[in-house]
T-cell receptor, first 114, second 111 residues
């Protein structure tokens, strides 16, 4: 079956631009997570949705980062006024369980801010 | 604070040998652990998981061992193949849902 998909796979932005990253979770998965992965590091948690409810956004690094999942399926991570330190791979994961089960990851979006 | 860390950043093995990748965790209340494999340009891929009520779990060519006394996790890969070359992460699933990853170990398999 189809896994988690993300688009775009690569994004280059000029400093100060806004970007929007999309995640399509596995159909029927209740939980959706966003992670940020810097080069050579493990993924770091950003935010977590259970259906359309954002239950945890403690990992968002600043108020320039915003995530939504309005219909409990597709999610968008938006970064406003991008900075060079935002350059990273943004990973989306979904889980059929309510936050305590196995998470399946998408391929990620590599964001480069010039 | 909570952390999950790996002892070795790189591991080089000969094809056909067994590989062991280690991981330490600090949250004794953690009850679910996952090993992921990540190849260049791809997202983490599930390998094997284990819950805290178990000490050992086996999959195809892989075994995970959990030692709760010393808060240590290991991944054993039998008969390592070139296709096993990747970065391996252990992750701790805290009860709030988010995964806490270690830095990763890069496994290199020499033919």
């Amino acid at each position: 079956g189809a896994g988690v998909s993300q688009s775009p796979r690569y994004k280059v932005a000029k400093r100060g631009q806004d970007v929007a990253l999309r995640c399509d979770p596995i159909s029927g998965h209740v939980s959706l997570f966003w992670y940020q992965q810097a080069l050579g590091q493990g993924p770091e948690f950003l935010t977590y949705f259970q259906n359309e409810a954002q239950l945890d956004k403690s990992g968002l690094p600043s108020d320039r980062f915003f995530a939504e999942r309005p219909e409990g399926s597709v999610s968008t991570l938006k970064i406003q006024r991008t900075q060079q330190e935002d350059s990273a791979v943004y990973l989306c994961a979904s889980s059929k369980d309510r936050g305590t089960g196995l998470q399946y990851f998408g391929p990620g979006t590599r964001l480069t801010v010039l | 604070g909570e952390s999950v860390g790996l002892h070795l950043p790189t591991l080089s093995v000969q094809e056909g040998d067994n590989s062991i990748i280690n991981c330490a965790y600090s949250n004794s209340a953690s009850d679910y652990f996952i090993w992921y494999k990540q190849e260049s340009g791809k997202g983490p891929q599930f390998i094997i998981d284990i819950r805290s009520n178990m000490d050992k779990r086996q999959g195809q060519r892989v075994t995970v061992l959990l030692n709760k006394t010393v808060k240590h996790l290991s991944l054993q890969i039998a008969a390592t193949q070139p296709g096993d070359s990747a970065v391996y992460f252990c992750a701790e699933n805290n009860q709030g849902g988010k995964l806490i990853f270690g830095q990763g170990t890069e496994l290199s398999v020499k033919p």
